[in-house]
């Protein structure tokens, strides 16, 4: 067992001591022992045990897996969470990087859903609510790149959150966003959204696999969208009746009704007894025709195949839209000729002819996909909860439950990727480095609260209960939960010896008990919202360290840098701790003084520092000592703060400060004696008020404003984006950077040859150095074999002299640093070479600076 089980009776009086004094507003009422509960998990890449205690609540059940699968996925949503910026606060990504597709900050519409729903048991509303809004207010977002389920989860945070001021003014937003799938994806004869699988996240799937476009596959009448929209309509017509708008109400109860109506009547199969997808058009592939508006199998190349199923003939359920007569489908989940796997279900049934378990991601045709997996364990929570003559229990709930528990597993410690062999639990193929590891494309927590639990958020003033909890289990605990304004510990306990609070089920309410009874029967009993601790307010303090939009300020600070660990990473608004994949900042071994910290560009208050180091990985330890200093009169000092007087690995190092305003703010440090000091993020905190003051210096890159030219370049890259501010190398929100132009590929490496970029001041000026920001795209841009840096002679052009690198050859997704004695000119060069698979040179950003 990964979890040391923490023995309720053995704990000790010294631990509620210590507890208590880490966060008396939350420990105070507790039930359960939570820092006992964290300090029992070494596996826990996050050990802020402070802002656990204070931010989610905790869970103890008999089952020791569950419990370490439940506290693994907070820590995992943690490398996940991203400060934006500022002006737009938290958001999430999906993959652990930021891949070019994804829109700002990283984030990627397809799971929004399911990070929602998880996301709302914070026990702190400002991540999810944040996250929310971040889909309508923030440019780049894409919200319609994918299909999800929005305007539901918005719903879903207000019956968890309830604060009219934030749900009824996202009304308008939610009413475009429905508008637009609308104008952009509603068929006017089917009566019915179509969709590809690929912008279901579903890409490779038994449908598209029979068209000439097999990876995204083509247009369908999905059970996906068409569910997905359904609960979106119903959301925003219980939103619009709140809003006291009872015309748009009734408008969007009848989309709702009238497509749960289309789902039954056109996507259901009698003889196969389950949902399926429906081909928009006709598609002729292979010598084989599909017909338009015929299911999956009943034409083209399987025509008359009694299979066909996929998972996501489930997704109705999840939303409550089939009626009794189908809850047939159910019979086939716990089949292992159909979906059910040792590490499974399936996402494909095991029979059909298309059916395949591949060793590589992306393929939707066989694997076990935790997205799907969460989906259907929701569907089959809903219907396990409100109907009662099923083929299904809620002992198969919980063994299916239970195997996606322990599919969270990776070398024996907890993990996730995208997909897993189905009979093993292999990740292999699955969790490409830098991108699949710990992915946030599932839900876990909303199952054990809702479905496992069985809390029932409702709009209504209510708590209810339907408990699926296994009738052999003789206790469970979950200590914590916000509801409602509420801080809820709910507790079963069979005899009462175990949390010594009395026999039965049990709700306490800030300690205080509110409802008892005797047995795990389903009840619901009133509970009047505390709307002010449910309310919205406005932060006090904002992050002005954090730099996503890729512009000038607020600009890093660093005394140098290992180029495998660039300094940006340090205010890119994420953490986490983990040696591989890095996200670090790392001064290079011969640097005898290091210090980190932020420029702001302008006069900041500044009220808080949180610094976030990593700790006991290969040779990397906390620093022997430190001071915060800040830049005044021309010079560096020391400031005086409030905080530890030492640093501690993986957890926020905070320091407060009294009536500090400055424009520069760093940390020097001293390393240990033959270690290295890393650096995941540096926060800086202060009071603001929106908008913001921006400096009004642009940019301390001399090339701004120059003019520029190129030998060559591609479209649309062209030269003017390298010297425009903006330094992305994720290429999150498009490319911006000047690329040179694409040779043929059948071009020897020897006869690529060499392009340069011309820059030319307005007068002559004098530098000392030049920053090369080089971004990879997956189309063979980069970085070059090899550049020079140079400056006129006469009528043609010198390499500067005494130049030094670093790094010494040419790296992509960092800084290349070249430095030189002085020079004074009015033009500079940038030449590259290209080689052997460097075909293409892509450069996001040139800068050229005198730092003296």
């Known amino acids: 067992m990964i979890k040391l089980k923490v023995q309720l009776h053995l704990f000790s009086l010294l631990s509620v001591?210590?507890?208590?004094?880490?966060?008396?507003?939350?420990?105070?009422?507790?039930?359960?022992?939570?820092?006992?509960?964290?300090?029992?998990?070494?596996?826990?890449?996050?050990?802020?045990?402070?802002?656990?205690?204070?931010?989610?609540?905790?869970?103890?059940?008999?089952?020791?897996?569950?419990?370490?699968?439940?506290?693994?996925?907070?820590?995992?949503?943690?490398?996940?969470?991203?400060?934006?910026?500022?002006?737009?606060?938290?958001?999430?990504?999906?993959?652990?990087?930021?891949p070019p597709w994804a829109g700002t900050y990283g984030t990627i519409v397809c799971p929004l859903g399911f990070q929602l729903y998880d996301m709302r048991w914070f026990r702190n509303p400002r991540y999810v609510r944040d996250y929310a809004e971040y889909w309508f207010k923030v440019p780049g977002a894409q919200a319609h790149r994918y299909s999800t389920w929005i305007s539901d989860s918005v719903w879903a945070i207000e019956k968890v959150w309830p604060d009219d001021e934030f749900t009824l003014g996202l009304l308008d937003d939610l009413v475009n966003n429905y508008n637009q799938w609308e104008r952009q994806h509603w068929h006017k004869e089917r009566q019915m959204f179509w969709q590809h699988g690929m912008a279901d996240g579903m890409e490779t799937n038994i449908n598209s696999r029979q068209t000439k476009n097999w990876f995204s596959g083509a247009p369908g009448f999905r059970p996906t969208l068409n569910s997905y929209l359904y609960a979106d309509a119903l959301a925003i017509s219980h939103i619009a009746k709140r809003a006291k708008k009872p015309e748009l109400s009734k408008e969007y109860l009848e989309k709702a009704q009238h497509l749960k109506k289309q789902i039954q009547k056109y996507l259901w199969d009698p003889k196969r007894e389950f949902f399926f997808h429906m081909f928009r058009d006709t598609e002729t592939h292979r010598n084989f025709t599909i017909k338009a508006g015929t299911l999956t199998h009943q034409t083209g190349e399987f025509a008359g195949s009694p299979h066909g199923r996929e998972l996501i003939g489930y997704i109705p359920w999840q939303f409550n839209i089939p009626e009794a007569k189908h809850d047939v489908a159910w019979k086939f989940l716990m089949n292992p000729d159909v979906f059910f796997a040792k590490r499974g279900p399936t996402v494909t049934e095991r029979k059909d002819p298309l059916f395949r378990i591949s060793p590589n991601c992306c393929v939707w045709s066989g694997n076990s996909w935790p997205f799907a997996t969460g989906q259907t364990l929701k569907a089959l929570a809903n219907v396990l909860q409100s109907r009662s003559k099923l083929p299904i229990s809620k002992k198969d709930y919980f063994k299916i439950l239970d195997i996606y528990s322990l599919t969270h597993r990776k070398d024996g410690k907890p993990y996730i990727a995208e997909a897993c062999h189905p009979d093993t639990g292999s990740w292999k193929g699955h969790d490409h480095y830098n991108h699949s590891e710990h992915y946030f494309h599932s839900t876990f927590i909303d199952l054990i609260v809702t479905g496992l639990v069985g809390l029932i958020p409702s709009a209504e003033n209510k708590i209810?209960?339907?408990?699926?909890?296994?009738?052999?289990?003789?206790?469970?605990?979950?200590?914590?939960?916000?509801?409602?304004?509420?801080?809820?510990?709910?507790?079963?306990?069979?005899?009462?010896?175990?949390?010594?609070?009395?026999?039965?089920?049990?709700i306490l309410s800030s300690g205080k008990e509110i409802y008892r009874q005797d047995s795990l029967e389903p009840f619901q009993s009133e509970l009047q919202p505390q709307l002010e601790k449910a309310r919205r307010e406005p932060p006090d303090l904002y992050n002005f360290a954090v730099?996503?939009?890729?512009?000038?300020?607020?600009?890093?600070l660093a005394s140098s840098f290992d180029y495998r660990y660039p300094p940006y990473k340090m205010i890119d608004g994420q953490f986490w701790y983990l040696e591989s994949p890095p996200n670090r900042w790392q001064p290079r071994v011969d640097d005898a003084s290091p210090y980190f910290g932020v420029d702001f560009g302008l006069e900041r208050e500044v009220s808080e520092v949180k610094i976030y180091l990593l700790d006991g990985?290969?040779?990397?330890?906390?620093?022997?000592?430190?001071?915060?200093?800040?830049?005044?009169?021309?010079?560096?000092?020391?400031?005086?703060?409030?905080?530890?007087?030492?640093?501690k690995g993986r957890t926020a190092n905070t320091f407060s400060f009294e009536n500090l305003k400055t424009q520069k703010i760093r940390v020097r440090i001293a390393p240990q004696e033959n270690s290295k000091v890393a650096i995941s993020e540096l926060e800086v905190w202060g009071p603001g008020q929106l908008p913001f003051k921006q400096p009004e210096s642009k940019s301390v890159n001399l090339a701004a404003g120059a003019s520029i030219k190129a030998s060559t370049f591609n479209h649309p890259d062209p030269p003017a984006k390298a010297i425009d501010g903006i330094i992305n190398y994720d290429l999150n929100g498009g490319p911006n950077r000047w690329a040179t132009e694409r040779r043929p590929n059948d071009v020897p490496a020897e006869k690529l040859g060499s392009d340069w970029l011309e820059i030319e001041f307005k007068e002559e000026t004098t530098f000392s150095e030049v920053r090369l920001h080089f971004c990879r795209s997956r189309w063979g841009m980069g970085s070059p074999t090899q550049f020079e840096i140079q400056i006129p002679a006469g009528d043609s052009w010198q390499k500067v002299k005494n130049q030094t690198r670093y790094p010494k050859l040419p790296q992509d997704e960092t800084i290349n640093v070249i430095q030189f004695p002085a020079v004074k000119s009015k033009k500079v060069r940038l030449l590259v070479y290209h080689g052997k698979g460097k075909p293409v040179t892509a450069l996001s950003e040139l800068e050229i600076l005198n730092p003296s």
């Not at 939350?26 to 820092?35: D, G, I, N, S």
């Not at 990397?620 to 007087?645: H, L, M, Q, R």
């Open 17 to 98: 001591f210590s507890a208590a004094l880490l966060a008396p507003s939350v420990t105070e009422a507790q039930v359960l022992p939570k820092l006992e509960i964290l300090q029992s998990h070494d596996w826990l890449d996050n050990q802020d045990f402070d802002w656990y205690i204070e931010n989610i609540p905790f869970l103890d059940t008999p089952n020791d897996d569950l419990d370490t699968t439940w506290l693994y996925r907070w820590d995992m949503m943690t490398k996940h969470i991203i400060y934006g910026s500022p002006e737009h606060g938290y958001a999430s990504t999906e993959f652990i990087d930021r």
């Open 464 to 506: 209810e209960m339907k408990p699926l909890i296994p009738d052999d289990w003789n206790y469970f605990c979950m200590d914590g939960v916000e509801y409602k304004g509420h801080s809820l510990t709910i507790i079963w306990d069979k005899t009462g010896e175990k949390y010594k609070k009395g026999k039965g089920l049990i």
């Open 547 to 556: 730099n996503n939009s890729f512009k000038s300020w607020p600009r890093v």
């Open 617 to 647: 990985i290969a040779d990397i330890k906390t620093p022997k000592s430190f001071s915060i200093e800040v830049f005044k009169a021309g010079k560096w000092a020391s400031v005086k703060n409030k905080g530890p007087k030492t640093l």
